[in-house]
T-cell receptor, first 115, second 113 residues
Framework: NAGVTQTPKFRVLKTGQSMTLLCAQDMNHEYMYWYRQDPGMGLRLIHYSVGEGTTAKGEVPDGYNVSRLKKQNFLLGLESAAPSQTSVYFC??????????????FGPGTRLTVT | GNSVTQMEGPVTLSEEAFLTINCTYTATGYPSLFWYVQYPGEGLQLLLK?????DKGSNKGFEATYRKETTSFHLEKGSVQVSDSAVYFCALSTLSNTGKLIFGQGTTLQVKP
């Protein structure tokens, strides 16, 4: 049982390049989330999904797109990377009630630098 | 709107000192409250939680009590260890149908031998 895994762990992009971050979970969770972590700002929600084939915007969605074609996978795309997207990206998953009170399980993170 | 405010860090303590990290929240309804911990180079993991007023969450010697009257969820530990050095995040969930968490900005704890 690997939990939540993220690929890649590190990446350096040039401004304007594109990339996709992959999140996978093996806990059969319905809900998945993408956050970014920046110094002094905690974690901010980018996009989330409450089930296969569904996605929704979070707090800071601009410049990102997501897809949830399979229940276990949640992809985060950057179509044209900008230096402001330099951050650490975390994926998380959980199940809706009756699972106790929305504990989220986090992946190890992807450190992205855009030059 | 819903929000979480934590005391600013970094907090630097000597081993065996008493720890308090303050957390206050603003929310409609009756949120669930969480403390997550992030060790260097790792993702977040749940440390403890409380789901209704006056509940006390506890784990690994850490405790926090859900105080509705002061809208607070302060984290405490009686005797910290070097291995407790990490970033601590307070968070809330309003039990909507989205499961979204709202995080505080995080507090870095450094424990020196």
């Amino acid at each position: 049982n690997a939990g939540v895994t993220q690929t890649p762990k590190f990446r350096v992009l040039k401004t304007g390049q594109s990339m996709t971050l992959l999140c996978a979970q093996d806990m059969n969770h319905e809900y998945m989330y993408w956050y970014r972590q920046d110094p002094g700002m905690g974690l901010r929600l980018i996009h989330y999904s409450v089930g296969e084939g569904t996605t929704a915007k979070g707090e800071v969605p601009d410049g990102y797109n997501v897809s949830r074609l399979k229940k276990q996978n949640f992809l985060l795309g950057l179509e044209s990377a900008a230096p402001s997207q330099t951050s650490v990206y975390f994926c998380a998953s959980t199940s809706p009630p009756p699972h106790p009170h929305y504990e989220q399980y986090f992946g190890p993170g992807t450190r992205l630098t855009v030059t | 709107g819903n929000s979480v405010t934590q005391m600013e860090g970094p907090v630097t303590l000597s081993e065996e000192a008493f720890l308090t990290i303050n957390c206050t929240y603003t929310a409609t309804g009756y949120p669930s409250l969480f403390w997550y911990v992030q060790y260097p180079g790792e993702g977040l993991q749940l440390l403890l939680k409380a789901t209704k007023a006056d509940d006390k969450g506890s784990n690994k010697g850490f405790e926090a009590t859900y105080r509705k009257e002061t809208t607070s969820f302060h984290l405490e530990k009686g005797s910290v260890q070097v291995s407790d050095s990490a970033v601590y995040f307070c968070a809330l969930s309003t039990l909507s149908n989205t499961g979204k968490l709202i995080f505080g900005q995080g507090t870095t704890l450094q424990v020196k031998p």
